[in-house]
């Protein structure tokens, strides 16, 4: 019997929601980073791919789907480490095969973004590389060094300018609960400083840019795990989820009127989907959430909750 040929993924592999319908390409496997709270590089070592190997899943890929193809991910946690003269002969070659190719992505460290130059990151967008999904988790820096995120609030400025200037769209996540229940201080800088960087961060223009607020989950292997486990961290419960994000968008505060920042809430962690445009419908969001904050039996069970 004829086997399939299969596209090689080294599991388990992540890629964000609006990705769900790419193709997923396996560039580097595992993470240079450990965050306290990510299960990325747990079972796996970190490696850049050869090209040939990842010209031949392309090409696989090309018999399977055909012209099909539009969007492509590249995996794994921080593909944006590649050095950019193999990320750019990759696009090259995914245009080159797939005529209806529109964008490419990839997940990046904010240090990742700060060691390419202007020009690479340009080069890297006319390429094809349209849109960075960069984990912020917060813009307080205690509590980034408190998890190993080995990023400040200022990385996150500066990574996000040069993208914007590059013209690839920036995809960053947020973590709801990320310091933990007991610590009121911790939770309140956390939003306000959060809040904070989003507006330092909102260009000029109506360009779209994302933010997403997915909420703590504590995966088993993680320190945040550990932790958990020894009883020197309590996770938030789902008031206190939802008053926390509450702070951040009442502190959303664009100069820019015309800021198109898509807000999403709405992640399998998440217990209120909520979706909206900041800071235009600030109002809106903080309605919705004042409702789950009074009909607590509308919030999504603790068992359905997921990453
Ligand atoms: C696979 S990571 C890749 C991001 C990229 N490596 C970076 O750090 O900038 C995607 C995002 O998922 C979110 N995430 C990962 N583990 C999580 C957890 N245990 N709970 C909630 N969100 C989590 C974080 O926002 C993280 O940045
Ligand atoms: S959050 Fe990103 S940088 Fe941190 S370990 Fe996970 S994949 Fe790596």
């Not at 090259?92 to 990151?121: T, W």
């Not at 400040?152 to 500066?158: A, E, M």
């Not at 013209?167 to 201080?185: E, H, P, Q, R, Y």
Request: glycine share 4%; net charge neutral.
């Amino acid at each position: 019997m004829h086997r399939m040929e299969e596209i090689y993924y080294c599991e388990p592999v992540f890629r964000p929601p609006s990705e769900a319908y790419s193709l997923l390409i396996q560039v580097t496997e595992g993470c240079t980073y450990k965050c306290d709270f990510c299960v990325s590089n747990l079972r796996k070592k970190f490696l850049i791919r050869e090209l040939d190997d990842i010209k031949k899943d392309l090409e696989i890929a090309k018999r399977i789907y055909g012209n099909k193809v539009q969007r492509i991910f590249f995996l794994d946690g921080n593909a944006m480490i590649a050095p950019t003269g193999k990320l750019l002969e990759l696009m090259e070659y995914s245009m080159k095969i797939f005529p209806n190719l529109e964008r490419c992505g990839v997940y990046a460290h904010a240090k990742d973004i700060l060691k390419k130059s202007d020009i690479q990151l340009k080069e890297l967008s006319e390429a094809g590389l349209k849109i960075a999904y960069v984990g912020f988790e917060s813009g307080y820096d205690k509590l980034l060094e408190d998890i190993h995120k080995k990023a400040t609030k200022d990385d996150y400025i500066k990574a996000s300018n040069k993208l914007m200037t590059a013209n690839i769209t920036l995809s960053a996540t947020f973590i709801n609960g990320l310091g933990g229940a007991n610590k009121s201080d911790i939770s309140e800088k956390h939003a306000l400083e959060s809040a904070d960087l989003v507006n330092n961060i909102c260009p000029e223009d109506d360009r779209i840019w994302y933010i997403a607020f997915l909420t703590l989950m504590v995966p088993s292997g993680t320190e945040i795990f550990k932790r958990l486990a020894k009883r020197e961290f309590y996770q938030m419960d789902s008031l206190e989820i939802l008053q926390e994000l509450k702070l951040f968008i009442t502190n959303i505060e664009f100069q820019n009127k015309k800021a198109n920042c898509v807000f999403r809430s709405n992640h399998a962690s998440n217990y209120l989907p909520i979706k909206g445009i900041l800071d235009r419908d600030k109002q809106k969001i903080i309605d919705v959430l004042n409702y789950g904050i009074t009909h607590t039996n509308i919030l999504k069970p603790e068992f359905y909750r997921g990453l």
